[in-house]
């Protein structure tokens, strides 16, 4: 059975950084590309960033560009996210997914349970 | 950017009901239109891939059609475990994007 498990969420200053981990099991993590989605309060989803398998490609929507890092460590089965000069913007719950097919692109077919960012003074 | 927009934005429907929503893109996406249902305080599931694949697990109630723009997500006798929203998403080109969602209510 396919787990994803976020953490790392938490409450952070605007400016501030924080690094989001996934710690995948139940496939083989380094053949799937894996994404992270977000989701503010009461509103719908946001795509923020995909990384291929490899970890050799990185993709990223233009609201997180420059300020968010997608990567993955194989050795741990984890996906990561950090995130430099948090915007209050930026609050919400951000989930992990998995792909669904061997496309970089593709269905998210498996997703973790969330970790909340409330970005606030 | 693919903008996707869906139809209607909520519906209150009563169990056993046939649902239909639609979800528009802005430019033609071939058959890369998934559907996910996502219950209150829980995460997003995957119901159908490529627009008409059903995922596994998934009660047949739920199917889906359409390519190119236009799509279509239908509940077929609607139970009330079905209340939740319902999210399109394009994976034809980036920015990966979703629709807005559809609210459903269980009269």
């Known amino acids: 059975e396919v787990q994803l498990l976020e953490s790392g969420g938490g409450l952070v200053q605007p400016g501030g950084s924080l690094r989001l981990s996934c710690a995948a099991s139940g496939f083989t993590f380094s053949t799937y590309a894996m994404n992270w989605v977000r989701q503010a309060p009461g509103k719908g989803l946001e795509w923020v960033s995909t990384?291929?398998?490899?970890?050799?490609?990185?993709f990223y929507a233009d609201s997180v560009k420059g300020r968010f890092i997608i990567s993955r460590d194989t050795s741990m089965n984890t996906l990561y996210l950090q995130m430099h000069s948090l915007r209050a913007e930026d609050t919400a719950t951000y989930y992990c997914a998995k792909a669904g097919t061997l496309n970089w692109f593709s269905c998210f077919d498996s997703w973790g349970q969330g970790t909340l960012v409330t970005v606030s003074s | 950017e693919i903008v996707l927009t869906q139809s209607p934005d909520f519906q209150s429907v009563t169990p056993k009901e046939k649902v239909t929503i639609t979800c528009r893109a802005s430019?033609?996406?071939?058959?890369?239109l998934h559907w996910y249902q996502q219950k209150p305080h829980q995460s997003p599931r995957l119901l159908i891939k490529?627009?008409?694949q059903s995922f596994s697990g998934v009660p047949s109630r739920f199917s889906g059609s359409g390519s190119g723009t236009d799509f279509t997500l239908t509940i077929n006798s609607l139970e009330a475990e079905d209340a939740a929203t319902y999210y399109c998403?394009?994976?034809?080109?980036?920015?990966?994007?979703f629709g807005q969602g559809t609210r459903l209510e269980i009269k």
């Open positions: 430019q033609s996406i071939g058959s890369s």
């Open positions: 490529y627009a008409s």
């Open positions: 990384i291929s398998a490899s970890g050799s490609s990185t």
């Open positions: 998403h394009q994976s034809s080109s980036l920015p990966i994007t």
